[in-house]
């Protein structure tokens, strides 16, 4: 019969301090990594974003000089707003090349009174309140991009703002 085994004397367990270190060390390990994929991704997003401003925002520009040739203001507000409503709420360049559309579109189209009617003057308060109305008149009562659009697009068509050529951009 063979001898029986001694029995193993018992491990002693690390101390409090190494666990907590490695745990850090693993933590810290896995922080580094997750900034670093953000990084990438933003990165790679915000070179998308870049990508999409610099084709759509020409695109945008020209397809609303064009339009705004043949059409007046309310055809060019009502192109807009269709061109807006198919934007998501988080696709910036979307809602930008719809402005950008208005604003383009306005510059050429034969003036219409009505759509600058009531326009706060540079500096002036009520940009708000009349974007607001100028919705709630199209039946598009709280509508945010809407509002946006005429705040950005149509307000400074109004003013007589220069639009930057992004044509010529490249």
């Known amino acids: 019969m063979p001898a029986p085994h001694a029995p193993s004397p018992p ?8 666990i907590a270190l490695i745990a ?3 933590l ?10 953000a990084g990438v991704a933003v990165r790679r997003s915000a070179e998308r974003l870049i990508d999409a401003a610099q084709h759509d925002l020409p695109a945008a520009q020209a397809a609303g000089a064009a339009f705004g040739a043949a059409h007046g203001e309310a055809d ?7 061109q807006v409503d198919t934007c998501g709420q988080l696709e910036l360049v979307c809602q930008l090349a719809a402005t950008v559309f208005a604003q383009a579109c306005l510059e050429r189209a034969d003036d219409d009174p009505a759509t600058c009617a009531g326009a706060p003057a540079p500096g002036q308060p009520g940009t708000e309140a009349w974007s607001a109305e100028a919705c709630a008149a199209r039946g598009r009562t709280g509508d945010a991009a809407c509002a946006a659009l005429f705040q ?7 003013r007589g703002e220069a639009l ?3 044509t010529s951009a490249g």
Do not use: E, T, Y
Not at 28 to 37: E, Q, Y
């Open 164 to 166: 930057p050529d992004f």
């Open 24 to 26: 850090a060390g693993v």
């Open 152 to 158: 950005k697009g149509v307000l400074p068509a109004c």
């Open 76 to 82: 060019c507000l009502h192109q807009a707003l269709q």
């Open 28 to 37: 810290l390990g896995v922080l580094v990594g997750g900034v670093i994929v």
């Open 11 to 18: 491990r002693s367990r690390p101390p409090a301090w190494a």
